[in-house]
């Protein structure tokens, strides 16, 4: 595997259900980032760990519950999520200095999630 | 603080050439430039740093006007590859990035 890869790439669940979502990155790099894309809006922030230290928490609904095990994993824990949290949830990757606006961010292909 | 972007939308013929704009309230370190297709995760393009330094793309242009807080990337002699939602993300010095709505271009024959 190369780049960023993400699982599942399609989730369905229900509003009492617990899910996690996966990211893996096979660059080297140091930054991971949760992301969140709703239809019409732009790119949402939603987290940020640098060296496994969380750096950003954009206000995110104690719902969504990340973790970052070591520099190369980043988890995002679902549970009792509502309808309009369905979206596409993207992980990225960059070298350097999380929050840094230095460098590019690689992403995965998303986790397209629907909340029944 | 949300950057916007104009147009909101592009309809080109190939060959045609098109320019899109990101326009901040803030003062900005950086500006990027990220591509996505349809279905699928955004690529990077460019980066443009507060000084004049450039990342990114040979075939890709792009402008930083600092004073004025404004980007714009410019596409030339479009191809169909072009086709996507092309997005900014304006940069603090030590902060995230915070991306525009999007400009969806269209590519046709």
């Known amino acids: 595997e190369t780049g960023v890869t993400q699982t599942p790439r399609h989730l369905v669940m229900g509003m009492t259900n617990k899910k996690s979502l996966k990211c893996e990155q096979h660059?080297?790099?140091?930054?991971m980032y949760w992301y969140k894309q709703s239809a019409k809006k732009p790119l949402e922030l939603m987290f940020v760990y640098n060296f496994k230290e969380q750096t950003e928490n954009n206000s995110v609904p104690s719902r969504f519950s990340p973790e970052c095990p070591n520099s190369s994993h980043l988890f995002l824990h679902l549970h009792t999520l509502q309808p309009e949290d369905s979206a596409l949830y993207l992980c990225?990757?960059?070298?350097?200095?999380?929050?840094?606006?230095?460098?590019?961010?690689?992403f995965g292909p998303g986790t397209r999630l629907t909340v029944l | 603080q949300q950057p916007v972007q104009s147009p909101q939308a592009v309809i080109l013929r190939e060959g045609e050439d098109a320019v899109i704009n990101c326009s901040s309230s803030?003062?900005?370190?950086?500006v990027h430039w990220y591509r996505q297709k349809h279905g699928e995760a955004p690529v990077f393009l460019m980066i443009l740093l507060k000084g004049g330094e450039q990342k990114g793309h040979e075939k890709i242009s792009a402008s930083f006007n600092e004073k004025k807080q404004q980007s714009s990337l410019y596409l030339t002699a479009s191809q169909l590859s072009y086709s996507g939602t092309y997005f900014c993300?304006?940069?603090?010095?030590?902060?995230?990035?915070?991306f525009g709505t999007g400009t969806r271009l269209q590519v046709f024959p």
């Open positions: 990225a990757s960059s070298q350097g200095l999380s929050g840094s606006s230095y460098n590019e961010q690689f």
């Open positions: 993300g304006t940069g603090l010095r030590t902060d995230k990035l915070i």
């Open positions: 660059l080297g790099h140091n930054a």
């Open positions: 803030k003062a900005l370190y950086s």
